[in-house]
């Protein structure tokens, strides 16, 4: 992973065009190259880039930074999954801080989504 993501336009076309999937502690989105070109045409940049997001459903701050925390090294691990030159957001859940999730239980959650949305290609969503 090269890049965060950090402007809205690229949060609203990975969450409205991207593709989903739903995990106990994480929702996945992913908006693959092709159609990331297709949707942010000269803003596109050609490297993989994320974002991480927890909202104040979450919990407080303590709790949010820590979802966030757990999310990115759990990114870093399973960075050789992710497909070049696309966009992926992590939304975290409630019951990742209610849990007590830590980052190696995220990875393999995170390999599982991953594959999910693999194989859900064909699908626009």
Known sequence: MKGTIKAKREFDAVYEHGRRAHGPHVVLFLLPREKGREILGDRFVDETRAGVVASRRVGNAVARNRAKRVLRAA?????????????????ARRSLVRDGARSPEMANELRELFERCDRSEGDSR
């Open 75 to 91: 990114l870093r691990d399973v960075n050789d999954l992710l497909p070049v030159s696309s966009r992926v957001v992590l939304v």
